[in-house]
Nanobody, 124 residues
Framework: QVQLVESGGRLVQAGGSLRLSCAASGRTFSDYSMGWFRQAPGKEREFVAAISRVNGNTDYTDSVKGRFTISRDNARNTVYLQMNSLKPEDTAVYYC?????????????????WGQGTQVTVSS
C-alpha cells in the first residue's frame, strides 16, 4: 500500500501561483511514477501532469503546458506541482496518484493509489 497526502491548495487570484505537494509513505517512492489529476464540479477527473520514476520524463495536458511544472524529490518521498499564471478554469480538486511502473500515463485507470485531494480555487 501507498498512502498519498496532498497539501498546498487554497484560494488564489487569477495570475497567481501555488505549489502543491504530495507526500507518499508506505512503499519505496522511487518505484512509482507519479501523476496529478484534477476534478472540477460536475466534470470528469482529468489528467494534468505526470513524472516518470526512471528518468524524470514529464508529460502535461495541453492546457497547462508552459504554466505548470511537475517535479519529484525521492529523498523526501514527495511530488510537487508548481502552478503559475493560474486561471479561473484551473479551479478544481487536485489529486495525486501513484503508478508502479517506469512509465507515466494520462489514464486514471492506470494509477494504483490516490490521495484525498486538495482544493484549488482561482478567483477572477
Amino acid at each position: 500500500q501507498v498512502q498519498l497526502v496532498e497539501s498546498g491548495g487554497r484560494l488564489v487570484q487569477a495570475g497567481g501561483s501555488l505549489r502543491l505537494s504530495c507526500a507518499a509513505s508506505g512503499r519505496t517512492f522511487s518505484d512509482y511514477s507519479m501523476g496529478w489529476f484534477r476534478q472540477a464540479p460536475g466534470k470528469e477527473r482529468e489528467f494534468v501532469a505526470a513524472i516518470s520514476r526512471v528518468n524524470g520524463n514529464t508529460d502535461y495536458t495541453d492546457s497547462v503546458k508552459g504554466r505548470f511544472t511537475i517535479s519529484r524529490d525521492n529523498a523526501r518521498n514527495t511530488v510537487y506541482l508548481q502552478m503559475n499564471s493560474l486561471k479561473p478554469e484551473d479551479t478544481a480538486v487536485y489529486y495525486c496518484a501513484a503508478k508502479r511502473s517506469s512509465w507515466t500515463s494520462t489514464y486514471k485507470s492506470a494509477y494504483d493509489y490516490w490521495g484525498q485531494g486538495t482544493q484549488v480555487t482561482v478567483s477572477s
